[in-house]
């Protein structure tokens, strides 16, 4: 990692008082590197696969370390437990093996290995009750890709396989040749699309299914393995906004129209007996996040919808066809809904019992072949672990489920934070809802003992806010900040999904990307000051990504906050936004639906993009800001250029790194600077360079 400082490069380690309480007090103690280490470095589950008989468990576990600037990544394979057994010690399976996915009706599954001269094969299998592995010798073409799908009754494999095609010369033809082309279709790049191949196990053979100018973004196999449904792109680079289902059979072929409607229709699923296919589909009314749950028959016909849903994603079919459970995003994670195919009924499937508040759920993985599921549970303070569950015949949960993994049985940060769902109106009586962690000991008898200082995070997209715990992200921070005593505000503004359409599609209805949904954020700023939750003389403000522009908003339109964390920001100038647009094209639904231009070339709308863009009024802030950025960010410059010409405190940072941290060092030391200069504004604490130290004094001291 290597780090361009425009801010103070020393750095000491700074012991906070305690509050009260062993877990909270012993957290408070500890340094903001050793908490930040502690965050970074907790093991991370995921990928938790459950064999079709429910006796064996794949999974994979990343360990990060701040000290050697790596991520190790391990998958292991473990035997379930029997009644009331422990688990028995799991097998770490060679580094080799990629995307393993379980063979139905077996002990085995194949995975994506590296073909090397002597065996050119990319695909083998693996029985867990032996561990012995065989790779499985190809007759034709190896696909190169990344997926792969198992047919139902395991005798064939899908793979998906990218193919680039030439370039082809798009826009208005003279007789001089191509006047301009289109922005949004690339035309002078290749197009990457993906072909199908399906591998006969038995005898090793390997056939290209599908014609090769098939955009295919996805496909599901039928349950009597004779034909695939396919999700087709229409539009060359739609991203997939313009997504159609086909038919093909398992020989190839030629493809048949199953779906055709304007927009997105795609993540197909069959039904058991194969008379069904239910997908998530907008109905022919395209816009950017949504799919409604949807069914069709697979002979064809009328389209059965179950508008209302949001975006839901096909989980599983009940065993009589009758019904299909759909995933979907809700109150801060992934909820469950089943739909009644004939009834058109619509059945919340809850979620199994916890021991602490609101945990998140992911990853679920259901035996096919027993009543029984695994599935990823955490909390804001709580990291991930494995966890076993019993599910009825209509896949609802049975009974409370059983903890299978123990990663973090020592993590000292666990029941420091108190996490809650709370609400309150925005200017308009618009109800928005947030996550508020806060120290555990600050509470007695369900009440803030007194009022904290306070941190508002934004958090990217706008997507949803998790309730997970987010480990070397930008929620990482979150949690160290309650930890140390913050009361930490992490608001679902307008434009996030979670809390029903009006919230969701908020930017595109008042046409407005930072300003409205700053409101949300200041509401519930003021919420939590009446509430006497938060010190109004003690507020900070930060963000990363869409985040860091609207925390960098905020900061142009008032001075109540003391201090101000800008992680990756997006546009300075938000008129940026408004040139790429092109009728008909995802770029439209982008602008429309994520930024709120419905005209981009609406005077009226270029003028709300002026006022709502922090680079433009920048002559307005007086909140000291620390800025964050990775090398080649062009909003760097304008961030910095003004702060620095309006002499507002600031630091700077550059990381080589991602938009999204990858590396733990840089993740660390971002955390604990972002910490650290919370601290100084906020609390006084002094700040690590005592040079600086004495300069943000007087200018502190001058306003």
Same mark, same amino acid.
């Given at each position: 990692?290597?780090? &361009?400082?425009? @801010?103070?490069?020393?750095?000491?380690?700074?012991?906070?008082?305690?509050?009260?309480?062993?877990?909270?007090?012993?957290?408070?103690?500890?340094?903001?590197?050793?908490?930040?280490?502690?965050?970074?470095?907790?093991?991370?589950?995921?990928?938790?696969?459950? /064999?079709?008989?429910?006796?064996?468990?794949?999974?994979?576990?990343?360990?990060?370390?701040?000290?050697?600037?790596?991520?190790?990544?391990?998958?292991?394979?473990?035997?379930?437990?029997?009644?009331?057994?422990?688990?028995?010690?799991?097998?770490?399976?060679?580094?080799?093996?990629?995307?393993?996915?379980?063979?139905?009706?077996?002990?085995?599954?194949?995975?994506?290995?590296?073909?090397?001269?002597?065996?050119?094969?990319?695909?083998?299998?693996?029985?867990?009750?032996? $561990?012995?592995?065989?790779?499985?010798?190809?007759?034709?073409?190896?696909?190169?890709?990344?997926?792969?799908?198992?047919?139902?009754? $395991?005798?064939?494999?899908?793979?998906? /396989?990218?193919?680039?095609?030439?370039?082809?010369?798009?826009?208005?033809?003279?007789?001089?040749?191509?006047?301009?082309? *289109?922005?949004?279709?690339?035309?002078?790049?290749?197009?990457?699309?993906?072909?199908?191949?399906?591998?006969?196990?038995?005898?090793?053979?390997?056939?290209?299914?599908?014609?090769?100018?098939?955009?295919?973004?996805?496909?599901?196999?039928?349950?009597?393995?004779?034909?695939?449904?396919?999700?087709?792109?229409?539009?060359?680079?739609?991203?997939?906004?313009?997504?159609?289902?086909? !038919?093909?059979?398992?020989?190839?072929?030629?493809?048949?129209?199953?779906?055709?409607?304007?927009?997105?229709?795609?993540?197909?699923?069959?039904?058991?007996?194969?008379?069904?296919?239910?997908?998530?589909?907008?109905?022919?009314?395209?816009?950017?996040?949504?799919?409604?749950?949807?069914?069709?028959?697979?002979?064809?016909?009328?389209?059965?919808?179950?508008?209302?849903?949001?975006?839901?994603?096909?989980?599983?079919?009940?065993?009589?066809?009758?019904?299909?459970?759909? /995933?979907?995003?809700?109150?801060?994670?992934?909820?469950?809904?089943?739909?009644?195919?004939?009834?058109?009924?619509?059945?919340?499937?809850?979620?199994?019992?916890?021991?602490?508040?609101?945990?998140?759920?992911?990853?679920?993985?259901?035996?096919?072949?027993?009543?029984?599921?695994?599935?990823?549970?955490?909390?804001?303070?709580?990291?991930?672990?494995?966890?076993?569950?019993?599910?009825?015949?209509?896949?609802?949960?049975?009974?409370?489920?059983?903890? &299978?993994?123990?990663?973090?049985?020592?993590?000292?940060?666990?029941?420091?934070?108190?996490?809650?769902?709370?609400?309150?109106?925005?200017?308009?009586?618009?109800?928005?809802?947030?996550?508020?962690?806060?120290?555990?000991?600050?509470?007695?008898?369900?009440?803030?003992?007194?009022?904290?200082?306070?941190?508002?995070?934004?958090?990217?997209?706008?997507?949803?806010?998790?309730?997970?715990?987010?480990?070397?992200?930008?929620? $990482? !921070?979150?949690?160290?900040?309650?930890?140390?005593?913050? *009361?930490?505000?992490?608001?679902?503004?307008?434009?996030?999904?979670?809390?029903?359409?009006?919230?969701?599609?908020?930017?595109?209805?008042?046409?407005?990307?930072?300003?409205?949904?700053?409101?949300?954020?200041? $509401?519930?700023?003021?919420?939590?000051?009446?509430?006497?939750?938060?010190?109004?003389?003690?507020?900070?403000?930060? /963000?990363?990504?869409?985040? @860091?522009?609207?925390?960098?908003?905020?900061?142009?339109?008032?001075?109540?906050?003391?201090?101000?964390?800008?992680?990756?920001?997006?546009?300075?100038?938000?008129?940026?936004?408004?040139?790429?647009?092109?009728?008909?094209?995802?770029?439209? &639904?982008?602008?429309?639906?994520?930024? @709120?231009?419905?005209?981009?070339?609406?005077?009226?709308?270029?003028?709300? !993009?002026?006022?709502?863009?922090?680079?433009?009024?920048?002559?307005?802030?007086?909140?000291?800001?620390?800025?964050?950025?990775?090398?080649?960010?062009?909003?760097?410059?304008?961030?910095?250029?003004?702060?620095?010409?309006?002499?507002?405190?600031?630091?700077?940072?550059?990381?080589?790194?991602?938009?999204?941290?990858?590396?733990?060092?840089?993740?660390?030391?971002?955390?604990?600077?972002?910490?650290?200069?919370?601290?100084?504004?906020?609390?006084?604490?002094?700040?690590?360079?005592?040079?600086?130290?004495?300069?943000?004094?007087?200018?502190?001291?001058?306003?």
């Amino acid at each position: 990692m290597n780090r &361009l400082a425009c @801010g103070p490069a020393a750095r000491v380690l700074i012991t906070c008082a305690a509050i009260s309480a062993m877990a909270t007090a012993q957290a408070q103690q500890r340094s903001v590197d050793e908490l930040a280490r502690i965050i970074i470095e907790a093991p991370v589950v995921k990928d938790v696969q459950l /064999g079709p008989d429910g006796k064996w468990l794949i999974y994979s576990v990343s360990r990060a370390s701040v000290a050697e600037n790596r991520t190790a990544h391990a998958q292991w394979l473990q035997r379930m437990p029997q009644g009331a057994s422990a688990m028995s010690p799991p097998v770490q399976l060679p580094a080799a093996i990629r995307s393993p996915r379980w063979r139905p009706g077996t002990r085995t599954f194949g995975y994506l290995r590296q073909p090397t001269e002597e065996q050119k094969s990319n695909f083998a299998l693996y029985d867990a009750d032996s $561990g012995a592995s065989r790779v499985v010798t190809l007759q034709g073409p190896v696909p190169v890709g990344r997926d792969f799908k198992w047919s139902p009754r $395991g005798n064939f494999v899908a793979f998906s /396989g990218e193919l680039t095609l030439p370039a082809k010369a798009s826009g208005l033809q003279t007789d001089r040749g191509v006047l301009y082309s *289109a922005w949004n279709r690339f035309a002078d790049r290749p197009e990457r699309v993906n072909r199908v191949f399906v591998l006969d196990i038995a005898s090793g053979k390997v056939e290209q299914i599908t014609p090769d100018d098939l955009r295919v973004t996805d496909f599901a196999w039928s349950p009597d393995e004779a034909r695939l449904a396919l999700v087709v792109d229409r539009q060359v680079q739609s991203y997939g906004t313009q997504t159609d289902i086909m !038919l093909i059979d398992r020989q190839g072929g030629a493809p048949r129209e199953l779906v055709t409607q304007t927009g997105k229709d795609n993540e197909p699923l069959w039904s058991p007996d194969g008379r069904w296919i239910a997908f998530s589909s907008q109905a022919g009314k395209p816009d950017y996040f949504h799919g409604w749950p949807a069914v069709i028959s697979a002979a064809g016909g009328s389209i059965t919808t179950f508008p209302g849903a949001g975006k839901a994603t096909p989980f599983r079919w009940s065993a009589d066809s009758r019904r299909v459970i759909y /995933g979907m995003r809700s109150e801060f994670t992934q909820a469950y809904a089943q739909f009644d195919i004939r009834t058109r009924k619509v059945r919340s499937v809850p979620a199994w019992a916890s021991d602490f508040a609101i945990p998140n759920d992911s990853n679920l993985s259901i035996a096919k072949d027993a009543n029984i599921a695994v599935f990823i549970r955490s909390a804001v303070s709580v990291p991930t672990e494995i966890y076993m569950g019993r599910i009825d015949a209509a896949g609802f949960p049975v009974g409370a489920p059983r903890k &299978l993994s123990n990663f973090s049985a020592d993590f000292p940060l666990a029941g420091s934070v108190r996490s809650q769902i709370v609400s309150w109106r925005s200017r308009d009586g618009m109800t928005i809802h947030g996550l508020l962690n806060t120290p555990a000991a600050a509470w007695t008898n369900e009440a803030i003992t007194k009022p904290l200082p306070a941190l508002v995070t934004v958090t990217g997209g706008p997507s949803m806010v998790s309730r997970k715990f987010a480990g070397d992200t930008w929620g $990482g !921070l979150e949690l160290a900040a309650a930890v140390r005593g913050y *009361a930490v505000l992490v608001p679902n503004s307008r434009g996030r999904p979670g809390y029903g359409d009006a919230v969701h599609f908020g930017i595109r209805d008042a046409k407005s990307y930072i300003g409205v949904p700053y409101t949300d954020v200041i $509401g519930g700023v003021e919420h939590l000051i009446q509430g006497g939750i938060a010190d109004a003389d003690r507020l900070a403000i930060g /963000g990363h990504s869409y985040g @860091g522009t609207l925390a960098a908003y905020a900061i142009t339109q008032t001075d109540r906050f003391k201090s101000a964390l800008v992680y990756e920001p997006g546009s300075a100038d938000l008129t940026a936004y408004a040139y790429p647009t092109e009728r008909g094209t995802w770029s439209e &639904l982008l602008s429309r639906d994520l930024v @709120g231009v419905h005209d981009a070339r609406d005077p009226a709308q270029i003028a709300r !993009l002026i006022e709502e863009s922090p680079g433009l009024h920048a002559r307005r802030i007086k909140t000291p800001t620390l800025l964050s950025f990775r090398p080649g960010n062009k909003e760097s410059a304008k961030f910095y250029s003004a702060l620095r010409y309006l002499n507002v405190p600031f630091a700077m940072f550059v990381y080589d790194d991602d938009h999204v941290f990858t590396h733990p060092g840089a993740a660390s030391d971002h955390m604990t600077r972002s910490l650290e200069w919370t601290d100084r504004w906020v609390r006084g604490i002094d700040w690590p360079d005592a040079g600086r130290a004495a300069e943000y004094e007087s200018w502190q001291h001058d306003r």
